[in-house]
């Protein structure tokens, strides 16, 4: 790119021109700013506004545009300049809109507007128009692992789509648990009985469809490579190994059953009358090919009662079983109900229940198995006890609270639940793994740094953004889809392996463009790092939430553009502060820190540096704007990618140069997470954590950094955290190291 | 009367699901309740009654028969319609009240003396003398339903209610000489034993 040329544009609509000195700020963008070129306008983001900085990057060669109007989450339509690098000030939303129109506040929110005009001014001169990678891979098929219903969902629809496909299966058949039911629960109209699984269906279509290539009896031995350039080494059982490329994957590698045995109170293992729902299926299609009804498994007698046992072994918390619900087990109970009652409605069916849960459609089902005459029972069931002829199903009755109450019944069904099917745990260290009773069987067999499968949250099911991004998981370009993520019935892992497969095309498609895949989709910039300066303390590899840094052959950090998410966060764990992107880096921030002009330590002006996550505590703070909600003219607010990308450096710096106090505002961390980076803000918190000896260092009070969790919607409260804040530096007094700087 | 209770049990042995669905207005409703206990939240006398309505559902699914017919809950609804209203799943509650208590009272298991059952046959017997109600005899009749003694006590206690219907002649006190019945009082019997008919042969009561 030819010399850089600044240019700084002083927006006077939307009322800032009335609220505040625009030629004031012209000054300060020249002067302190250093840009050179100012211009105001009376409404910069209309036509004729974008005209004239059209007309200055053409004809003047400006090369970087620091904007002070608006927001930069507003107008980014007007202000799309993709060919020169570029800083907001955000005097709307963040000064006048923020501040009270009064002559006593005017002031201060003039010094406020001035701030924001020398950061953008600083930061932009620190930024560089990323140039994005495109020779990160180019390979577009997808790999799908898995060939159940969720898997050959995944495959019908990638090459529906367009795409090709390689299917890699572990058994000898396509289908899954699928395969093995009898019917299934209906999913469209009329929702009254059960219906075809259509799993031959699917199982032909992906037979006849030369766009899928498919891999029986076969596992994955080794997976290396990034979205766009995945490679695969296919072991099949016949000892044959094949590679395939790949540019995405999808696993869809589905459920285990949760096993009766553990249950011998509910007579699991104990009798053949008492099956799980697997268990039922099976002898409703053997009934089926004999063209028989259903009998009693032990003696093959009639069977005039079955009996449904709700939640066996779920939503346990004893902390012996499954914690968690299933999802899908009343409603097929409901359908299990409905083999006996539809072949002879004599037959008595009792459904056992704490709380029927039928999402979906489920309700009508359920209405209808109520027409058919199944028996709802709210109850807790405390024991199964297997006789001669059926067993005794003793339970508590809940509605009559009747603790003895018992029934008589030929077979009992327990709805048991699904164990996803994950691989191992990366959490887990490998020697520690190895110790294990049952050893975990990897699935993908990565190999990453960080481990050779998706990474878990909670009870082994892998981690996904579960409110914004629920397909993706931790390891870019590989999307999980079926029970494996959460535990679904049939007609939720079709949507959802819908839903990653589309994931999975994006993936490949911004791969092609050196593109960042969500959440900052679109994003060209990239990491990198100075090799000289590293000290190869391997922070960055272990930090990064995506695993996108593996280690090359001198152990310096590698990585792998198209796997990362561009968070930032390997630039705040680096203590030597090497890795940067072109437009965000350890500068770009740290120069506007510095950029803001501090008051003496006699002007009773504090100066407070906020950190915002720019995914929800920055759009909160405008919102809060849009809503006028005012909060103190003492706080300099940065917008950060993520928690996770703040440098302690940055911390120490506004520290040193007589900042009274530095918030940090992220998202909510641990188990429940809103991190749109899933570790970002959990590690921004670690490391804060340790700031209080940097504080003492410093013979600062450790209130001078404070970390809060936000939400998007805390709209009113981070005004009021900005404010408490102000009140507590008022408190303790100014910074004692102002003026030092 | 009993030995139509004998006939029943013989017949539904322990399925009084299905007792309930074949003889009870509105029965085939019961398999339908959803246990949410809207109803039993509604019901302004829910607190007040032994099982609430949500609960003799369930009681009728667990087969507990006796409990049930003989309970006096049922009783106890006034028709408010509340329930009904908001049942999510559409049970005409208040219909199946009264349909359960009219079973439990032919069958004659219906708890004894109990004052809703106890002023239904006054009441009942009242219109079918005349062919419509006689309100001063039925006054009369239900104060002193409990003997001459308890029968003054409660009319003087409303005295003044009474004084001001008089005043307002809302009460005509010759009405306690025979008082006036319908024109066709022979016909109106007639329909009543028709609709009577009719209504046994549904609900299996055929002498
Ligand atoms: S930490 Fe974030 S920015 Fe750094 S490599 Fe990993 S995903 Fe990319
Ligand atoms: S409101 Fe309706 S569904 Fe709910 S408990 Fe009562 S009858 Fe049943
Ligand atoms: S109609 Fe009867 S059962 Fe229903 S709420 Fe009113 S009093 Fe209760």
Redesign the interface.
């Known amino acids: 790119m030819s010399e850089m040329k600044t240019a700084a544009y002083i927006c006077k609509g939307c009322g800032l021109g009335e609220r505040l000195d625009a030629a004031q700020l012209s000054k300060v963008a020249q002067k302190e700013g250093k840009a050179n070129l100012v211009r105001e306008h009376d409404f910069l983001c209309s036509a004729a506004g974008v005209q004239m900085i059209r007309d200055d990057i053409e004809k003047e060669a400006v090369t970087h545009v620091a904007i002070a109007a608006c927001s930069r989450r507003a107008k980014a339509e007007a202000f799309w300049f993709p060919t020169v690098a570029m800083a907001r000030a955000n005097l709307r939303e963040g000064v006048i809109w923020s501040q009270p129109d009064t002559d006593e506040a005017r002031e201060g929110t003039q010094e406020m507007a001035d701030d924001y005009v020398r950061m953008a001014c600083a930061e932009v001169k620190r930024m560089k128009l990323p140039a994005g990678n495109t020779e990160t891979g180019h390979n577009k098929r997808l790999l799908v692992v898995g060939g159940g219903v969720s898997g050959m969902t995944a495959a019908i629809e990638a090459s529906n789509t367009g795409y090709q496909v390689v299917l890699v299966e572990k058994s000898g058949s396509l289908g899954g648990w699928g395969a093995r039911l009898w019917k299934r629960i209906p999913f469209q109209e009329p929702l009254k009985d059960p219906v075809e699984t259509g799993v031959t269906d699917m199982i032909d279509r992906i037979g006849a469809d030369p766009n899928i290539k498919v891999y029986l009896n076969a596992t994955l031995a080794k997976t290396t490579g990034a979205p766009g350039r995945f490679a695969a080494e296919i072991a099949v059982e016949s000892g044959s190994v094949a590679m395939e490329e790949v540019g995405a994957i999808v696993q869809a590698s589905g459920f285990g059953t949760y096993d009766i045995a553990e249950l011998p109170e509910l007579g699991g293992g104990k009798s053949p009358d008492v099956v799980d729902q697997a268990g039922l299926e099976k002898l409703a299609v053997e009934a089926a090919a004999r063209g028989q009804p259903i009998r009693r498994p032990s003696d093959g007698g009639e069977i005039r009662t079955v009996a449904f046992v709700q939640c066996a072994g779920q939503r346990d918390d004893t902390g012996r079983h499954l914690p968690y619900c299933s999802g899908f087990c009343c409603s097929t109970s409901i359908k299990q109900a409905m083999y006996f009652k539809d072949v002879n409605p004599a037959v008595d069916t009792v459904v056992i229940y704490t709380d029927?849960r039928v999402p979906g459609s489920g309700e009508d089902f359920?209405?209808s198995g109520?027409?058919k005459?199944v028996?709802?029972?709210?109850g807790k069931v405390t024991g199964v006890e297997p006789g001669s002829k059926g067993c005794t199903v003793k339970f508590h009755?809940l509605?009559?609270n009747?603790k003895d109450?018992a029934i008589q019944a030929d077979l009992v069904v327990l709805a048991t639940g699904q164990v996803p099917n994950s691989g191992v745990n990366v959490d887990i260290p490998e020697e520690e793994a190895a110790k294990m009773e049952v050893k975990p069987v990897s699935i993908l067999n990565l190999d990453y740094r960080q481990g050779r499968d998706l990474p878990q949250l909670r009870h082994g099911f892998t981690d996904s953004h579960f409110i914004c991004f629920p397909y993706e998981t931790r390891r870019t370009g590989i999307y999980a889809a079926g029970p494996v993520r959460r535990p679904m019935d049939m007609a939720q892992a079709v949507e959802d392996a819908t839903g990653a497969t589309l994931k999975a095309i994006q993936a490949v498609e911004n791969a092609e463009l050196g593109r960042a895949a969500h959440p900052r989709s679109g994003d060209l910039s990239f990491p990198s790092f100075r090799r000289d300066g590293c000290t190869q303390c391997k922070r960055c590899t272990v930090e990064c939430p995506f695993g996108a840094i593996d280690e090359d052959e001198q152990r310096y950090p590698l990585f792998n553009e198209s796997r990362c998410r561009r968070c930032g966060t390997c630039m705040g764990a680096c203590p030597v502060r090497v890795i940067s992107f072109e437009n965000y880096s350890v500068d770009t921030v740290g120069s506007q820190i510095k950029a803001v002009d501090m008051p003496d330590e006699f002007s009773e002006k504090p100066r407070i540096l906020l950190l915002a996550c720019e995914n929800d505590a920055y759009p909160a703070l405008d919102m809060a704007g849009m809503n006028r909600i005012q909060y103190s003219a003492f706080v300099r607010v940065i917008p950060v990618r993520c928690l996770g990308s703040v440098n302690t450096i940055w911390i120490t710096d506004a520290l040193n140069s007589g900042y009274d106090g530095v918030m940090l505002m992220g998202c909510k961390h641990g188990d429940e997470y809103q991190c749109h980076f899933v570790k970002g803000s959990e590690l921004a918190n670690y490391r804060m954590s340790k700031i209080d000896d940097t504080l003492k260092q410093l013979a600062l009070e450790t209130e001078r950094v404070a970390t809060y969790e936000v939400a998007i919607t805390d709209i009113e409260r981070v005004p009021q955290l900005i404010n408490n804040y102000a009140a507590k530096i008022n408190e303790i007094g100014l910074s004692p190291l102002k003026g030092f700087a | 009367m009993s030995d139509l209770n004998t006939q029943a049990v013989e017949r539904y042995r322990n399925n009084f699901l299905k007792e309930v669905e074949e003889n009870v207005e509105e029965g085939h409703w019961v398999k339908m309740c959803m246990q949410c206990g809207v109803c039993s939240g509604s019901c302004p006398f829910g607190p007040h009654w032994e099982h609430p309505p949500q609960e003799i559902f369930m009681m009728i699914r667990a087969g507990k028969r006796d409990e049930v017919l003989a309970s006096d809950s049922m009783w106890m609804c006034t028709s408010c319609y509340n329930c009904i209203v908001r049942c999510p799943r559409k049970l005409p509650i208040t219909h199946i009240m009264h349909g359960l208590a009219n079973y439990a009272h032919r069958l004659g298991i219906a708890p004894k003396g109990q004052p809703t059952r106890e002023f239904a046959k006054l009441f009942w017997d009242n219109m079918m003398k005349k062919g419509r109600v006689n309100e001063m005899k039925l006054t009369i009749g239900h104060y002193f339903r409990n003997g001459i003694g308890a029968g003054i006590k409660e009319a003087m206690a409303m005295k003044d209610v009474g004084l001001g219907m008089l005043k307002a002649k809302r009460l005509n006190p010759m009405e306690l000489a025979g008082g006036h019945g319908l024109k066709d009082l022979k016909g109106f019997h007639a329909m009543v034993a028709k609709a009577k008919e009719i209504e046994d042969r549904k609900k299996g009561f055929v002498k």
Request: proline share 0%; hydrophobic share 35%.
């Open positions: 029927l359920y209405r109520q027409e005459g028996t709802f029972t709210k009755d509605i009559l009747d109450a």
